[in-house]
């Protein structure tokens, strides 16, 4: 890539809650598919139709060779992310099938009661960090429900994740190399406990995946992926979500004498606050896209937390309107690789949401919020003062 080619802006800036909101609005602007030279050198996307071009074109923006920024180094291809379709196909289908509305709806009731479990020693303490005693433990817990796993197992997956994030910003390839073997270790371990004890491939994901045309590698390697992903993005969002209740009163009050207003305000809260920003695809060709000249072989991340708030998209795209209609955000991405745990997500805020608003009378902020670096999109720490119900 271009050693000579100028930065547009740099991802590595510190953050605030809504300074890269700010940076992202400057971007749509002036350069809306700017070029970095952080992290080895990549193009973003900004706006909402880039966005989708992007992420529904394939056979142009491959998803096979640099799918996140910064490259992780890898010994082989984990599905269904570093697969493009039609191949991609047979691996999506298990997780479809376990990952649909109807099939998640039968986890409702725990969700609930494990958020409200979580909550409960926040609201007697009168407050503390949502992010870190609510958000990263309850996310976890709902996957480890999920995947019918103890609850410790599904906390040390997310330690070896952190770990993992933090290894690739500082590109450290021994700590990589290591976190993502211990990830491994402990896929491989979830699917030989399958094989003795077979479930039902209609509910369990490692069940539907074993009876898909998938090598037994291959299904490790599906797993891998997917315990990641699966506790870090919803960790990120209910941050985010806490943050936006706490600053904003008018909305709680709304939300608790109009539950019904909930699945609205979920809508906007993840357009608002889309956690990815690194899933990247690589172009297999020469191509222009908002004006730039993207060579082949060069990576280009879908800024989905910008693209959200494209204002040619969504009027008044920085406030949460509760009547907004149509709302088609890109939270969950779009094309072949949209996220197949949407429903499962949506579930999650749900019962996480409800437990906050129910439980106390009053949210606030009790200090600053801390935000992830560049590879998670939302607050590691988020004080609030809580007056319980």
């Not at 809650?17 to 700010?22: G, L, P, Q, W, Y």
């Not at 406030?319 to 949506?346: E, I, K, S």
Request: glycine letters at 6%; hydrophobic letters at 40%.
């Amino acid at each position: 890539m271009p050693a000579e080619r100028p930065s547009d802006w740099d991802p590595r800036a510190p953050e605030t809650f809504d300074s890269s909101h700010e940076v992202y609005a400057d971007l749509r602007r002036r350069c809306p598919v700017p070029w970095s030279n952080a992290y080895g050198g990549f193009w973003a996307a900004t706006r909402y139709e880039d966005v989708v071009r992007v992420a529904r074109d394939s056979e142009t923006f491959s998803t096979a060779v640099q799918n996140v920024v910064p490259h992780v180094p890898r010994a082989q291809r984990r599905p269904p992310l570093h697969f493009d379709p039609p191949e991609h196909a047979v691996y999506r289908a298990p997780l479809d099938r376990v990952m649909s509305r109807a099939a998640v709806r039968r986890l409702e009731p725990a969700f609930a009661a494990a958020a409200r479990e979580l909550l409960q020693p926040m609201l007697e303490r009168g407050g503390g960090d949502y992010s870190a005693e609510f958000a990263l433990p309850f996310a976890a817990q709902c996957f480890a429900l999920f995947l019918g796993l103890p609850v410790e197992q599904v906390l040390e997956i997310r330690r070896i994740g952190v770990e993992y994030s933090f290894a690739i910003q500082e590109m450290d390839k021994p700590r990589i190399a290591a976190a993502s073997d211990e990830l491994y270790a402990i896929a491989r371990t979830l699917v030989a406990d399958r094989r003795r004890d077979p479930r039902d491939p209609d509910t369990d994901m490692i069940a539907s995946l074993l009876e898909a045309p998938i090598s037994d590698e291959m299904v490790v390697g599906t797993v891998r992926q997917t315990i990641v992903a699966g506790i870090g993005a919803p960790h990120a969002v209910l941050g985010s979500a806490a943050v936006h209740l706490a600053r904003d009163p008018d909305l709680q009050r709304t939300l608790r004498t109009r539950p019904d207003r909930l699945p609205a305000a979920i809508e906007e809260l993840l357009r608002l606050y889309a956690p990815y920003r690194v899933f990247a695809r690589t172009a297999t060709r020469d191509v222009e896209l908002g004006g730039r000249l993207i060579r082949a072989g060069e990576p280009i991340t879908m800024l989905f937390p910008s693209a959200n708030r494209d204002e040619s998209v969504f009027s008044d795209p920085h406030r949460l309107d509760l009547d907004r209609r149509p709302n088609r955000h890109l939270a969950f991405g779009r094309g072949a690789h949209r996220c197949p745990g949407a429903a499962m997500a949506r579930l999650e805020m749900a019962a996480a949401l409800r437990a906050l608003l129910d439980g106390t009378t009053h949210l606030a902020l009790d200090g600053p919020v801390k935000m992830f670096n560049w590879l998670e999109f939302g607050p590691r720490s988020v004080p609030l003062r809580l007056t319980a119900a």
